[in-house]
């Protein structure tokens, strides 16, 4: 007999006869002997959305394996295949156990119940990851004066926190945007060392936050231009900033490119908000997959 199910996006392949159980999972295929099946537990996990096919299979050894096969909630395929299975090994049914005695009997692992708590935590770590270059910045209080032919030089403050001195040339990409009637600019422009001349490579480019013209003028003029070097892990422009450059001004870049985001931006802040929003829904979802499954 031949069975087919989908487990999320993929479809699972099983044959059965009366000697071997063949599962197609994704990329891995299971066999097992019939006669080696010493337990067969199938029900719906926790909140609902999957079903799990267990079989314990026990060798000539004594040693016990325990085989997961999932299916959607929906997908009448992996329950036929249970239903048949069982006809062939009635004495293996755990049907008739709730969860935990099922479990306990297999020796296996509910990992529904072990998913519930370690998925919040991984995806916590996986945020804090995603935002580490906020709280480096964040914390960070110092404060260091630096000269384009310094960071040219590959020569690092002991702070990010810069006060960047070097001539802003005139090249720039705006984004313009209008709110209540008032327009800003923000504008990436390349900031060079006095000795620079056309053709020569650039290495920096400065990010303005949301100008207006009077004050983005301002800014262009100024010979010394505080703010942050982003230059945390991945942090640095984006390859559409550099190609816009490249096509529009034929700009040659360096190697490494550094970006120095104009003002204070509140990393710090920013990283406790989004970390503290992404844990809140996270407990809460916790708490309600708990909840779910002690119903």
């Not at 260091?144 to 040339?169: F, Q, T, W, Y």
Request: aromatic fraction near 10%; charge should be positive; proline fraction near 4%.
């Amino acid at each position: 007999m031949r069975f087919s199910f989908q487990y999320t996006a993929i479809t699972c392949d099983a044959d059965l006869d009366s000697t071997r159980l063949r599962v197609k999972q994704g990329l891995r295929t299971f066999e097992i002997s019939i006669h080696e099946i010493a337990h067969i537990y199938f029900h719906l996990m926790p909140p609902g959305d999957f079903n799990e096919l267990i079989v314990s299979r026990k060798n000539a050894a004594g040693k016990v394996k325990n085989f997961r096969f999932y299916s959607n909630a929906n997908d009448p395929g992996l329950l036929s295949l249970t239903e048949e299975l069982v006809k062939l090994k009635p004495g293996a049914d755990l049907r008739g156990m709730d969860r935990k005695e099922a479990f306990a009997h297999m020796k296996a692992v509910d990992t529904a119940r072990y998913a519930l708590f370690a998925v919040p935590i991984i995806v916590s770590l996986v945020v804090a990851c995603m935002l580490s270059p906020m709280l480096i910045h964040g914390l960070d209080k110092g404060s260091s004066n630096l000269s384009a032919e310094d960071l040219v030089a590959g020569k690092m403050p002991e702070s990010r926190n810069v006060n960047l001195k070097g001539i802003a040339l005139s090249d720039g990409m705006k984004e313009t945007t209008t709110r209540k009637g008032t327009k800003t600019v923000r504008m990436f422009f390349p900031v060079v060392t006095t000795d620079w001349k056309e053709g020569d490579p650039v290495h920096i480019l400065v990010e303005t936050g949301d100008l207006t013209d009077d004050q983005l003028n301002a800014v262009l003029a100024s010979p010394e231009f505080k703010g942050v070097l982003r230059n945390v892990f991945w942090e640095g422009p984006s390859s559409k900033q550099l190609k816009f450059f490249q096509e529009n001004y034929n700009t040659r870049f360096a190697e490494k490119v550094y970006l120095v985001e104009l003002g204070q931006p509140s990393d710090l802040f920013m990283f406790l908000i989004v970390m503290g929003i992404s844990v809140v829904m996270l407990v809460g979802v916790t708490i309600y997959m708990k909840k779910k499954m002690a119903a």
